[in-house]
């Protein structure tokens, strides 16, 4: 009787230090599914004025914006000498006339919702190489105004040459629709990746481009023998205005 129950004190120890080592799964050993969780029990927060972070609700001249979340920083580290300034682009939540909906904006880009035009002006703090900017800190300010405002053009005059190894003043050689047409002119959001709109110069070099107000990046595709000047360029479209740009295609015939 004494063994069998030295036996059983035995056995039922062993169960409860085996079960002491099998472990619940916990909340934290999924981050994933915990940020998700986060995210969606996050609380908007109404701020005053035009500058608000992450989950800050502005509402200014009738319209409400709330920054969802950072989609890319790319921008140049204030401690260090860039060839491109790069972008910050990121989600916001807009609302005017009681409709509401979610989309990106880059800064310096102007969108239109609604009867209202909404720029994302600036982003705070400036990156820094040594440190990374938590998102809790970010702070961005918005300029809203009423109307749409006309569009404005984009205008100017393409030339290509030379045409002909050697020139002709009686008769020269210029260039053929044909050239002109295979010239395209390409017109990009600021983010310089999204394309607005494709131009292709006419018979005789001439080109003209509607497009919004706002910050566009203009480029061509460059050639591997001559050069191309006056683009890539960034150019500020005003509203009802016209923006002028002059591009010489040097085909590199000598």
């Not at 990746?193 to 131009?199: E, F, N, S």
């Amino acid at each position: 009787m004494v063994v069998i129950i030295f036996l059983a004190s035995i056995f039922i120890n062993a169960s409860k230090k085996d079960s002491s080592n099998f472990l619940l799964p916990s909340k934290d050993t999924n981050p994933v599914q915990e940020n998700i969780i986060k995210e969606k029990n996050t609380t908007v927060v109404v701020v005053k004025g035009t500058r608000a972070g992450i989950n800050e609700k502005i509402q200014a001249n009738g319209a409400s914006i709330t920054p969802l979340k950072v989609i890319e920083d790319s921008r140049c580290a204030s401690d260090v000498a860039c060839i491109w300034m790069g972008i910050i682009r990121i989600s916001i939540n807009l609302e005017v006339d009681s409709k509401a909906e979610e989309t990106q904006i880059g800064l310096g880009e102007t969108i239109t919702y609604g009867n209202k035009r909404i720029t994302f002006e600036s982003a705070s703090p400036e990156p820094n190489s040594k440190t990374q900017i938590p998102l809790a800190n970010y702070v961005f300010s918005f300029d809203i105004k009423n109307g749409i405002v006309e569009p404005g053009f984009l205008k100017g005059h393409m030339t290509i040459s030379p045409i002909c190894p050697v020139e002709n003043i009686n008769n020269p050689c210029l260039p053929t629709k044909e050239m002109y047409a295979s010239k395209k002119i390409y017109v990009y959001k600021s983010n310089k990746k999204t394309l607005v709109a494709t131009i292709i110069p006419d018979a005789k070099g001439d080109f003209s481009q509607s497009l919004p107000d706002g910050i566009y990046y203009v480029d061509m595709e460059h050639q591997k023998v001559g050069g191309i000047s006056g683009v890539p360029v960034e150019i500020t479209i005003p509203g009802r205005g016209v923006y002028t740009l002059n591009i010489d295609v040097d085909t590199g015939i000598r």
